[in-house]
């Protein structure tokens, strides 16, 4: 899976089958510097992907999306009232 944060910088992560993963990042803003950290990831009750990731610097990240698929392409949402807030785009790839 492929992102790009509020920063503007690129995460890659694959999902393991255990719930495991490990994302990297180009930490745009960082001076270049790229990082990479160990997560995990689930599939809330309510259907949201939920991931956790325990980055070396800087605060751990902690969040469940609603992931739809459209058109064009795959987007991510907090709430179920996509209209209202932002809906950043990620891609998904086997």
């Not at 790229?34 to 995990?40: D, E, K, L, N, Y």
């Not at 469940?64 to 907090?78: H, K, L, P, Q, W």
Request: glycine share 10%.
């Amino acid at each position: 899976m492929t992102r790009v944060n509020d920063k503007r910088s690129i995460h890659v992560w694959a999902n393991d089958p255990g719930g495991e993963m490990i994302v990297s990042s180009e930490n745009r803003g960082r001076a270049g510097r790229s990082s990479t950290a160990q997560g995990m990831r689930q599939i809330s009750d309510d259907g949201r992907y939920c991931m956790q990731v325990q980055w070396r610097k800087g605060d751990p990240e902690d969040g469940c999306r609603f992931i739809f698929e459209t058109s064009d392409g795959y987007f991510a949402v907090n709430e179920l009232a996509p209209d209202t807030q932002k809906a950043p785009k990620i891609d998904i790839t086997r």
